[in-house]
């Protein structure tokens, strides 16, 4: 009797570990799992929908705008990847040479010259069917604004 609820003990405090660490993940599938960790951050989010319904949340770090696009959706649900996006209007004093030198600096993220000339940066992130933990989701956010700051350093 002693033996079975010591086995009752241990595969009740497993299922909830498992509980925990599957609440601990970032899931392209669930985006409440993005605004969650941002909210968690202290950094509000504000969602929507993008030109063809695939879930989109906007944020603001200091005074500059990112977006999170959801993408590989199913039916704008059950996607499996993220795009981490933003830009500068630069009225078209950055040029592809900037672009191509960021590139070059930085392994992570695409620098691009947008249809309006405006310097965009991008970061794709495959969270498959498990997901990220917090834990990667922050160093890839932090990464990606870092490199924003960086960008912005450089432009001026």
Do not use: W
Not at 6 to 12: H, P, S, T
Not at 43 to 63: A, E, Y
Not at 96 to 104: E, G, I, S, T
């Amino acid at each position: 009797m002693k033996i079975r609820a010591i086995l009752c003990a241990a595969l009740a405090s497993a299922m909830l570990a498992t509980g925990a660490m599957a609440q601990d993940m970032i899931r392209a599938q669930d985006p409440s799992t993005v605004t969650g960790f941002m909210f968690d951050e202290g950094i509000p989010t504000k969602t929507d929908v993008d030109n063809v319904g695939d879930p989109v949340v906007m944020f603001r770090k200091g005074d500059h705008p990112y977006v999170i696009m959801f993408y590989d959706c199913v039916e704008n649900r059950e996607c499996k990847s993220l795009r981490f996006y933003s830009g500068f209007e630069t009225n078209g004093k950055v040029d592809v040479a900037f672009a191509n030198m960021l590139n070059n600096e930085n392994r992570f993220a695409t620098a691009l010259i947008d249809d309006e000339d405006d310097l965009v940066l991008i970061m794709d992130v495959l969270t498959g069917d498990n997901g990220l933990t917090t834990k990667d989701f922050k160093n890839l956010l932090d990464l990606f604004i870092a490199l924003i700051d960086d960008a912005r350093t450089q432009m001026n």
